[in-house]
């Protein structure tokens, strides 16, 4: 089992930057399948981009993609999300959450259709982008 804690987020104006943060603890020897995600007010839950605990990233969503970035502190057990060049559509609240590796890196690549095999999150932080 895992916990999950995301801090980092906040209020920015377009073309700003943050960096979201996902404290990881409790089983932090497996490389568990992680995904970002976020959430609008009145929409639905969207996958932004997932990686394997220690390897590089497997997915980013095309509204994101040369804006933001993941990145990982193994001896912290922290991943990130960097984000650049916000947008007022990127305004949500951001989540990260794992999955275990047993369901492969086909699934963990595709987070939209299998958003299901997630099954530890975290509380989630507010990024409010103003124009």
């Known amino acids: 089992q895992v916990h999950l804690v995301e801090s980092g987020g906040g209020s920015v104006q377009a073309g700003g930057s943050l960096r979201l943060s996902c404290a990881v603890s409790g089983d932090t020897s497996t490389s568990y399948c992680i995904g970002w995600f976020r959430q609008a007010p009145g929409k639905e839950r969207e996958a932004v981009a997932t990686f394997y605990i220690g390897e590089r990233s497997l997915y980013y969503a095309d509204s994101v993609k040369g804006r933001f970035t993941t990145s990982q502190d193994n001896a912290r057990h922290t991943v990130y999300l960097e984000m650049n060049n916000l947008k007022p559509e990127d305004t949500a609240m951001y989540y990260c959450?794992?999955?275990?590796?047993?369901?492969?890196?086909?699934?963990?690549?595709?987070?939209?259709?299998?958003?299901?095999?997630?099954?530890?999150w975290g509380q989630g932080t507010q990024v409010t982008v103003s124009s």
């Open positions: 959450a794992a999955a275990s590796p047993l369901w492969g890196t086909t699934v963990c690549s595709a987070p939209s259709t299998h958003m299901h095999i997630f099954d530890s």
